[in-house]
Nanobody, 124 residues
């Protein structure tokens, strides 16, 4: 049974930090590139960050560059999203996703598996 379980979300003040984790099971994690997407109320799901199978290449949406860092530990079947200098506009449900490919894309429909998501709220 394939499972992606996100954790680490919560309520944080503007300027604060959170570290999201996504634990994978039920498939060979190292064969999959990984992505983080987010969806705010009333908005479409958007790409946040992606990482290739071996962690060599990463990509970010422009609004989070320099503030967010995606990483992975294949030995632990886990992908992370370190979020610093958080802003109210980062408020959303954050989902991790797995794609059976060497590399990520920015297109949600290209991903094979999805987690249920974790809520991130940035507010004073």
């Amino acid at each position: 049974q394939v499972d992606l379980v996100e954790s680490g979300g919560g309520l944080v003040q503007p300027g604060g930090s959170l570290r999201l984790s996504c634990a994978a099971s039920g498939f060979t994690f190292s064969n999959y590139s990984m992505g983080w997407f987010r969806q705010a109320p009333g908005k479409e799901r958007e790409f946040v960050a992606g990482i290739c199978r071996y962690g060599t290449y990463t990509a970010y949406t422009n609004s989070v560059k320099g503030r967010f860092t995606i990483s992975r530990t294949n030995a632990k079947n886990t992908v992370y999203l370190q979020m610093n200098s958080l802003k109210p506009e980062d408020t959303a449900v954050y989902h991790c996703a797995a794609r059976l490919s060497l590399s990520y894309t920015r297109v949600a429909s290209d991903y094979n598996y999805w987690g249920q998501g974790t809520q991130v709220t940035v507010s004073s």
